[in-house]
């Protein structure tokens, strides 16, 4: 069975940077393409970022774009995001995903939202003004 678990979430202020991470176990984190979601309260959950298993291809939601960034380490069975500039409409819950693509080449990310095969719980990011 895969897990991923976020960490890096918490209260920053409006201008600061942070960064996630979603640690897999459980299988190796290379079969997989991976998405960075959030949902803020009352709001439908939306994908931020998406990165392909090779990390050669990535996407970014134009809510984020300049701003975040998306990478991977499958060394580590790790995946970030970067997070600069923060706002307060960037106060969510944010969630990874995991796509499972081993029977595909490596160099898609996945932007359909139920497409994606594992989930983390979620890390909490509070943006204060």
């Known amino acids: 069975q895969v897990q991923l678990v976020e960490s890096g979430g918490g209260l920053v202020q409006a201008g600061d940077s942070r960064r996630l991470s979603c640690a897999v176990s459980?299988?190796?984190?290379?079969?997989?393409?991976m998405g960075w979601f959030r949902q803020a309260p009352g709001k439908e959950r939306e994908l931020v970022a998406a990165i392909s298993r090779n990390g050669g291809s990535t996407y970014v939601a134009d809510s984020v774009k300049g701003r975040f960034t998306i990478s991977r380490d499958n060394a580590k069975n790790t995946v970030y995001l970067q997070m600069n500039s923060l706002k307060p409409e960037d106060t969510a819950v944010y969630y990874c995903a995991a796509d499972d693509q081993i029977l595909y080449s490596g160099n898609y990310y996945q932007r359909v939202q139920s497409e994606y095969d594992y989930w983390g719980q979620g890390t909490q990011v509070t943006v204060s003004s």
């Open positions: 459980g299988r190796t984190l290379s079969r997989y393409a």
